[in-house]
């Protein structure tokens, strides 16, 4: 159903996972008569349906989703390459006059999507050394260099995502500048509000260990088991999405399945805090409760502040 109130051209749900981000965004693409544009990097992937938490046909209340299932789990992720196919959605959208409803915490992509974002170009030599120390020592000492050169990115990048510290440390070097400095100063392509939805870390942990009990009953490691036959193991990225990782390493027998499961806990709930991090340094983020005993209130509360935002 269309509403009278009139929307920003692009719409951006955010904040860390479990806090009810989805539900929101197919509330606003409903009623501003959108269509949902993910922005959560693992949701790109195929297959990767249930440890990526990816609505379902019936939760998706008959509004398109896009930018779902597009890379093959042996593919590495882009956030270039994400900018681009993000940028076309929102663009046809708007030409279509409709509103694009962004969703999701992988703040980088959101902030390609809708800021001016360039990418520095890459040096083949550079690349190749620090790749070859990642392997030769693993990610730590990779970490601890990214620490001292540039605080901010070593805070937002997992000290185990190897991938992403050789990325930041080329930027570096090729640059001459910190990581950080490449990113965008809030400065952004479209007119965009962006929503943050906002659950206290008490709450959030107890959710996202339910979400995690339910993955497991929903069968993630059959879907991993299936996947690895697909190539999981050789894709860069997606063999380290939270669950899927850990699943791997269950399957090849250096950890117990329960183990694997409270590890993946332990490390959902820090990503949702370097999640947390990441939106709460954007001032352009309008804070909203998404607590249970708000819940009710939040699509209202939604609904109100775009009116807002839009007249003001």
């Known amino acids: ?3 009278s109130v009139p929307a920003p051209r692009v719409i951006a749900v955010v904040g860390p996972t479990a806090a009810g981000k989805s539900d929101l965004g197919v509330f606003l693409a409903q009623h501003l008569g959108g269509e949902v544009v993910n922005a959560d990097s693992m949701q790109l992937y195929r297959g990767m349906d249930i440890g990526t938490a990816k609505l379902t046909e019936a939760e998706r ?10 890379w093959p789990v042996t593919g590495t992720a882009s956030v270039a390459e994400y900018q681009r196919l993000a940028r076309a959605e929102i663009d046809r959208l708007l030409a279509e006059g409709r509103t694009p409803v962004l969703v999701g915490g992988s703040g980088l992509y959101v902030r390609g999507a809708v800021d001016h974002l360039d990418f520095p170009g890459t040096d083949p030599e550079v690349r190749a050394r620090l790749e070859e120390e990642l392997a030769a020592h693993g990610p730590g000492p990779l970490h601890a260099r990214l620490a001292a050169a540039d605080p901010e990115a070593a805070t937002a990048i997992l000290p185990g995502n190897g991938r992403r510290i050789v990325r930041a440390l080329e930027v570096i070097e090729i640059t001459g500048r910190p990581f950080t400095a490449n990113l965008p100063r809030h400065d952004s392509v479209y007119d965009t509000v962006q929503i943050g939805v906002d659950v ?3 709450e959030l942990d107890a959710r996202i260990a339910d979400r ?3 993955m497991w009953e929903a069968g993630l490691v059959d879907e ?26 269950a ?7 329960e183990a ?6 332990r490390a959902t709930k820090r990503f949702a805090r370097r999640q947390d991090s990441w939106f709460r340094r954007d001032p352009r983020v309008h804070w909203l ?11 209202g509360r939604a609904l109100s502040l775009l009116e807002r935002a839009v007249t003001a």
């Open 200 to 202: 206290a870390r008490p």
């Open 251 to 257: 399957l090849a027998g250096e950890c117990t399945e």
């Open 61 to 70: 209340g008959g509004v398109p989703h896009r930018l779902l299932d597009v």
């Open 260 to 265: 694997a499961r409270a590890e993946t806990v």
């Open 1 to 3: 159903m269309s509403s």
């Open 212 to 214: 995690v009990d339910r």
């Open 224 to 249: 991993v088991r299936a996947l690895e036959a697909a190539g999981l193991r050789e894709g860069r990225t997606a063999s380290r999405a939270l669950g899927y990782q850990q699943v791997l390493a």
């Open 289 to 299: 409760s998404g607590a249970a005993a708000d819940r009710r209130e939040l699509p």
